[in-house]
């Protein structure tokens, strides 16, 4: 089974992702390399209003950047010896998610993007939880997907407010601590800003 590229489009992506109103914005992203922040590089996400660092082993590539299907607006990703094993996507949602809606606007995200990644797979919820993301509310949904004869994890953050934003990790393995924490400090890695019009 294979899983989707965020750059391959499809339809059924933009009404998976409309829960969460995600819209399509013109034009690249507005990315920079910031300088490094205790050792890393950061990418500077100007359309999704969010700066993340970029953990050791993951690269960041602003040309492939502009390729992404416009639900994104930036990518990492880590490779392992033979293949890209976690990716994680960053946008702007285009409509305001109170705090009040943010368990149920994250659930729905999460759930239909993982039936756009891994569309012939039945995901289970693993893991709902409050949390903040740059300092602001937010909610983080786990799935676990069968994959490959194992087990890949989908992972959304959405952030609420009137200028929302959503981190996504895709990972190959869901049993790979390594991966899981090297996404788990690119989320506590995250500041929010304005976004660029």
């Known amino acids: 089974m ?15 992702l409309a829960a969460l109103g995600v819209t399509v914005a013109c034009g690249g992203a507005a990315l920079s390399w910031s300088g490094k922040e205790a050792g890393r590089p950061r990418v500077n996400d100007t359309r999704a ?16 950047d502009r390729e992404l299907l416009g639900a994104f607006s930036s990518r990492i ?23 009040a809606q943010l368990r149920r606007t994250a659930e729905g995200a999460a759930r239909s993007n993982a039936a756009f990644f891994f569309p012939d ?7 709902s939880r409050r949390t903040e993301l740059g300092g602001r509310p937010a909610h983080t949904v ?23 934003a959503f981190l ?11 991966v899981l924490a090297d996404v788990h400090a ?4 995250v500041a929010l800003g304005s976004k660029s019009g």
């Open 2 to 16: 294979k899983t989707r590229s965020p750059k391959t489009p499809a339809p059924r992506l933009w009404a998976g």
């Open 49 to 64: 209003g969010v700066s993340y660092a970029v953990p050791e082993g993951w690269r960041h590539d602003p040309a492939a």
């Open 77 to 99: 990703s880590r490779a392992s010896d033979t293949a890209e094993d976690a990716t994680v996507l960053t946008g702007a949602a285009g409509r305001p998610v109170p705090s």
């Open 121 to 127: 797979a039945a995901p289970t919820l693993t893991e």
């Open 142 to 164: 786990a799935l676990d997907v069968p994959h490959d004869g194992g087990t890949a994890r989908v992972e959304l953050t959405v952030v609420a407010g009137t200028h929302p």
């Open 168 to 178: 996504l990790a895709l990972a190959s393995d869901a049993a790979d601590t390594r």
């Open 186 to 189: 690119v989320e506590a890695s």
